[in-house]
T-cell receptor, first 112, second 113 residues
Framework: QKEVEQDPGPLSVPEGAIVSLNCTYS??????FMWYRQYSRKGPELLMYTYSSGNKEDGRFTAQVDKSSKYISLFIRDSQPSDSATYLCAMSGGTNAGKSTFGDGTTLTVKP | DVKVTQSSRYLVKRTGEKVFLECVQD?????MFWYRQDPGLGLRLIYFSYDVKMKEKGDIPEGYSVSREKKERFSLILESASTNQTSMYLC????????????FGSGTQLSVL
């Protein structure tokens, strides 16, 4: 079983929809939780970074971490066609400090 | 903005060849990483380095080696390329106190025939 499991998708939504992307993990030592966005034929870029539990908001993006359930989410409000990309969750901590473990990614398409 | 530059966007090599993938970052980051990305397997860490001339194995180091002679440059070496090393290779860097905040290059799509 993988340490990080990500909802596989793909996901297709109409423009303006609220999108929820989710990951679960098994390593309780994870303390840092990241979301990356990867456009086609590009490298991933860091979108959200959260330490420990709680919510973090940045514009239309909200990252949520529930350490008790070992579950993290990324919400995108008022989704735009430019949000179409693959979203990767990543986490690190404990014996994996400094080494991020990634989910497989969820591909999102936002239709105009 | 941090820039991580990978020397080649696409590379085609033959089985048994020695392959060098080069990565340069311009923001004085201490940490550098090599990942490979495969469909259904996500990003997997091959090697990383926290300082010049230092290297540590990641999760899948077999068949690879690395070199870091200068702070800004981190090279991945495939000693004898095999077809199962056909993949997208991604280089990343990060600051010492912010190891988790990775800045990635655009990747090198390597095909081994």
């Amino acid at each position: 079983q993988k340490e990080v499991e990500q909802d596989p998708g793909p996901l297709s939504v109409p423009e303006g929809a609220i999108v929820s992307l989710n990951c679960t993990y098994s390593n309780s030592a994870f303390q840092y939780f990241m979301w990356y966005r990867q456009y086609s034929r590009k490298g991933p870029e860091l979108l959200m970074y959260t330490y420990s539990s709680g919510n973090k908001e940045d514009g239309r993006f909200t990252a949520q971490v529930d350490k008790s359930s070992k579950y993290i989410s990324l919400f995108i409000r008022d989704s735009q066609p430019s949000d179409s990309a693959t979203y990767l969750c990543a986490m690190s901590g404990g014996t994996n400090a400094g080494k991020s473990t990634f989910g497989d990614g969820t591909t999102l398409t936002v239709k105009p | 903005d941090v820039k991580v530059t990978q020397s080649s966007r696409y590379l085609v090599k033959r089985t048994g060849e020695k392959v060098f993938l080069e990565c340069v970052q311009d923001m004085d980051h201490e940490n550098m990483f090599w990942y490979r990305q495969d469909p259904g397997l996500g990003l997997r860490l091959i090697y990383f380095s926290y300082d010049v001339k230092m290297k540590e194995k990641g999760d899948i180091p077999e068949g690879y080696s690395v070199s870091r002679e200068k702070k800004e440059r981190f090279s991945l070496i495939l000693e004898s390329a095999s077809t199962n090393q056909t993949s997208m290779y991604l280089c990343a860097s990060s600051l010492s106190g912010r190891r988790e905040k990775l800045f990635f290059g655009s990747g090198t799509q390597l095909s081994v025939l």
